[in-house]
């Protein structure tokens, strides 16, 4: 299962069944859990645990020292869960002591070419980045979100769940959950309806968000004009709660 051209540390520990292709490369206190494939010619650098089932392609680069002119080689880390696709050229930088000195990539994940995580950052489960995407450091990023090709994304910067970013978008502060944002810079333009449709979510639902869509995002009124409407909105839908949460706690101040 491990190509004979393959370069294995010592101290890496791989799962049984896993999978290396000719003249990659596993560099110390690296850990890959069992029905991962790596095909030929990656790279990956630790310390850093990849969880089960996940495909890592060519030339891909993982577990990499942080671009950050502050890291002193410090013993920092990557994780990565279980099921991610993670294409040509990929990127994955470790942590660093300034954060949590952990970089964490979530589950069932999409990474197409190009893609670049940077250090620290936390990426949840279900999440797309499309071609060339790419976030800077300590950036978070919620669960099904979709970055589209070539999307940048400033770092500190918080990307909201099930929202939406249109090609080459430029990302400089927070995109609110269920938001679909596009251009340089970044502008809220809706409600990511077709996305939270194939997920399941209910009609009376997707209203309700787009209603808060309007009031807060889109709005011109006073938090205080509006706050009886959305109190009533909060009671009724957990969805709509998480969304107020997340703009009330916005300390970058959230695309509009």
């Known amino acids: 299962m491990i190509h004979q051209t393959a370069i294995i540390d010592p101290t890496a520990k791989i799962a ?19 029905g991962t494939w790596i095909g030929p010619h ?7 645990k990849i969880g089960k089932d996940n495909r890592i392609f060519q030339f891909a680069s993982i577990g990499e020292e942080p671009q950050d002119l502050k890291y002193n080689g410090e013993e920092t880390t990557l994780e990565v869960g279980d099921r991610n696709t993670i ?16 970089t964490r990539i979530g589950s069932d994940n999409l990474f197409m070419a190009y893609a670049h995580v940077a250090h620290d950052c936390q990426i949840g489960d279900n999440i797309i980045f499309a071609n ?9 990023v919620g669960n099904y979100a979709i970055l589209g ?3 940048a994304v400033h770092q500190f910067t918080q990307i909201g769940e099930h929202s939406f970013s249109g090609l080459g978008t430029i990302v400089n502060r927070d995109i609110p ?4 944002v596009a251009g340089n810079h970044a502008q809220a333009y809706g409600l990511n309806k077709n996305g939270l449709k194939r997920r399941g979510f209910e009609s009376d639902t997707i209203r309700a968000l787009h209603k808060v869509f309007k009031l807060i995002v889109k709005g011109r009124k ?4 509006i706050q009886a409407e959305l109190d009533s909105l909060m009671e009724q839908f957990e969805e ?5 949460a997340f703009i009330d706690a916005s300390e970058r101040g959230i695309v509009r």
Do not use: L, Q
């Open 240 to 244: 709509v709660r998480t969304m107020v």
């Open 149 to 151: 090709g070539f999307t």
């Open 177 to 180: 959950p269920y938001v679909i």
């Open 132 to 140: 060339n995407a790419s976030v800077a450091g300590h950036v978070h």
């Open 16 to 34: 049984e069944d896993v999978e290396i292709g000719p003249y990659s490369i596993i560099g110390a206190n690296v850990e890959i859990d069992s």
């Open 87 to 102: 294409r040509e050229f990929v990127t994955f930088n470790r942590g660093t002591p300034d954060d949590a000195g952990v």
């Open 222 to 225: 006073k938090r205080d004009e």
């Open 42 to 48: 990656v790279v990956i650098n630790g310390p850093t």
